[in-house]
């Protein structure tokens, strides 16, 4: 199938502020803009949020790649817990898994233990997952070289 280009992924938070200590203090994203809510945004029918609630849109970028990333932030009404077993994650290959580890912790955030990642094509390497403020699943990992 040709004409398909991946854009970005995104997550819903219920603080903004508070996700961005965790997307970009300690995974290192950069914030590329932040949208104002906007009552008229496709996102309340999508997201399925009620049109009493407000939201902001955040794009995240790395240094290698731009708007990869989002968060959408959305108050004044509760946000259900996500129900398990969990329906999506990100996967973001880290440099430094262990520092991405620490921050994560003195966070408070859920940190699983780490796990021996074995490539298909045989690279061996380390693969953490970590839970955010949202009950969003992300998982890292860093290849350390062949099998």
């Known amino acids: 199938m040709s004409g398909v280009r991946f854009q970005r992924g995104n997550h819903v938070v219920a603080d903004l502020e508070r996700a961005l200590t965790f997307y970009q203090s300690v995974l290192g994203f950069d914030v590329t803009f932040t949208l104002p809510p906007n009552p ?8 399925d949020v009620p049109r009493e609630a407000a939201m902001r849109f955040c794009v995240l970028s790395t240094a290698t790649q731009e708007r990869v990333m989002a968060l959408t932030e959305v108050k004044g009404v509760d946000i259900a817990p ?22 994560a912790r003195a966070l408070g955030l859920t940190v699983y233990d780490e796990e021996v990642l074995k490539t298909k094509d045989g690279r061996i390497g380390r693969e953490i997952g970590i839970v955010d403020f949202d009950d969003n699943l992300i998982v890292i990992y860093k290849i350390l070289g062949t099998a």
């Open 40 to 47: 008229d945004s496709y996102s309340y029918a999508v997201f």
């Open 82 to 103: 996500l129900p398990h077993p969990r329906r999506s994650a990100i996967v973001l290959e880290i440099d430094n898994p262990d520092a991405v580890m620490a921050g």
